[in-house]
């Protein structure tokens, strides 16, 4: 492992794109500051991963601890950058996270890297918890943690902000990573 260090707070998706960009590994493995992989974590995805060539990446469950309806764990684990380990081609092929301004001020890259991830590559899950998301002031627990109460039929009804924007420079990016993603997989755009 190696800190990379980096000159101005460009967000997360920079971060993380960069930490790949030095990477020399076949596999990538992605932690924020407020979290924490459990000794179990890195050991269990990667004897996933050497076991069968078909996933793309595989991911566990996390442990979050706070009040919250058992609809969301499911939602937070297929979501979360912390708790998997995906194949460096696979991250390459669906152009990393996206690091756009807009991006970085609504920290939602995460979700977008998933999708993509989801809708291009087979992928596993591994149903133990190798790691832990901690509220702090800001982040996307913190900011959910009305919705996460709820029952996920309850806060389709509510119209509860749940904190995630979609300004139209991201609804672009979106639109261009879907549209490559489509074209990966042979689709007419």
Known sequence: MRLIVCAENSGPGFARNEGVRQAVGTFLFFLDADDVFYPNHIHTCLAALLADDSPGYVFTRMKIDMPMHPDWP?????SCPINFCVRRVWHDMIQGFAEGPDFRTYRTEDTLYRMCLRRLVKHQK???????????PGNALDRQRAKLNMSKADWGRSGLDDGFVLTPQMQAV????????????????
Not at 126 to 136: A, G, N
């Open 74 to 78: 499911p939602s937070l684990d297929e």
């Open 126 to 136: 591994i149903d133990v918890v190798t790691c832990e998301q901690f509220i702090s």
């Open 174 to 189: 979106v639109e261009a990573r879907l549209a490559h993603i489509a074209k990966l997989q042979g689709a007419k755009i």
